[in-house]
């Protein structure tokens, strides 16, 4: 089937409201990392959909950030408003169960673009009174013309086929920018680097997502074994204390799971992966340090 129209689906929202996780269901792989911790997500992900004659590229965002104070932060907020520009199409992410400040400053971001906008209400999986939703979306609407208001769940997959399907009707007529078989524009290593982040973030507390970030040093991909070497940089002593655990047993833990979910990624191929924890002070707040992970 020939594309007949395409376009950039940008998926916008404060951190935590189910924007990747949204993602990996339309996609219906795991492209981009989750976790109910904020700056889980740090780079733009494209998530490329053929679908009928229509191509989407959903460009999945880093939650607009209300600290500016640290260099991450602004880091994080400048990739979040050029996705706005870049989009033919936005689908604004909400929460359900919750709206507060940051919704209302990404709702004022949008408030100055004229592109097709579609509210997309998440986690109604947790809602006992669906009807409990309706002053929100009247007040919303006053403020933004919505091409569409559409609940969903991202996590039970429920009603994303109905999102969609009212995203593709919204595409300019265009043709493929993509091979049809390709899912993201991220490469092997990179998705590596993330899931090792990911297990991480899913295996420490609160404060460390904020100040971790992993760099693949070694990929050698031989005939039985992919041998992969990676270091998890932290900002201070403590931090890689705590990763490492009592006897390494954290780190081994960490270890393991991304190990299996990286054979995973490479059509199940042993991975043989060692991971380091060496220490980069403040590099968060360090706009060359950042540059140098990767962070541009
Ligand atoms: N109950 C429920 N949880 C969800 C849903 N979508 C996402 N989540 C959870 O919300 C947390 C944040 O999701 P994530 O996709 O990382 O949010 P992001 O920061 O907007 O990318 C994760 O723990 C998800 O499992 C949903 O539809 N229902
Ligand atoms: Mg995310």
């Known amino acids: 089937?020939?594309?007949t129209s395409s376009g950039y689906v940008a998926i916008v929202g404060r951190p935590n409201v189910g924007k990747s996780t949204l993602l990996n269901a339309l996609l219906g792989e795991k492209v981009s990392i989750t976790s109910p911790k904020?700056?889980?997500t740090r780079w733009q992900i494209l998530g490329i959909k053929t679908r009928g004659e229509a191509q989407l590229i959903y460009i999945d965002t880093p939650g607009l950030h209300r600290e500016e104070k640290r260099a991450m932060n602004r880091y994080l907020n400048r990739i979040a408003s050029a996705t706005i520009l870049e989009a033919d199409v936005i689908v604004f992410m909400i929460d359900a169960t919750r709206w507060g400040?940051?919704?209302e400053m990404v709702l004022k971001k949008l408030q100055q673009t004229d592109k097709p906008i579609i509210l997309a209400i998440n986690k109604i999986d947790l809602l006992v009174d669906k009807a409990a939703l309706l002053?929100?979306?009247?007040?919303?609407k006053n403020k933004l013309p919505f091409a569409h208001v559409i609940p969903i769940s991202a996590l039970k997959e429920d009603n994303i086929?109905?999102?969609?399907?009212?995203?593709?009707q919204l595409l300019p007529e265009g043709?493929?920018?993509f091979p049809e078989d390709q899912l993201t524009d991220k490469s092997v290593r990179f998705q590596v680097a993330e899931i090792i982040r990911e297990k991480l973030i899913q295996a420490t507390e609160e404060e460390l997502p904020y100040t971790t970030t992993v760099e693949i040093e070694q990929f050698t991909e031989g005939e039985k074994l992919t041998e992969i070497g990676a270091?998890?940089?932290v900002e201070r002593q403590g931090q890689k204390i705590i990763i490492i655990g009592k006897k390494g047993a954290r780190l081994k833990k960490i270890g393991t799971q991304a190990r299996r979910e990286i054979e995973k990624l490479l059509d199940n191929k042993k991975v043989f992966l060692r991971l380091w924890v060496k220490v980069k002070a403040d590099w968060t707040d360090d706009e060359?340090?950042?540059?140098s992970l990767g962070y541009e």
Not at 135 to 140: A, H, S
Not at 161 to 168: G, Q, V
């Open 288 to 291: 060359r340090a950042m540059r």
């Open 101 to 103: 400040g940051e919704d």
């Open 175 to 177: 043709p493929a920018f």
């Open 1 to 3: 089937m020939s594309i």
């Open 161 to 168: 086929e109905h999102l969609e399907a009212e995203i593709a």
């Open 38 to 40: 904020p700056q889980t």
């Open 231 to 233: 270091v998890i940089w």
């Open 135 to 140: 002053p929100l979306i009247d007040k919303l």
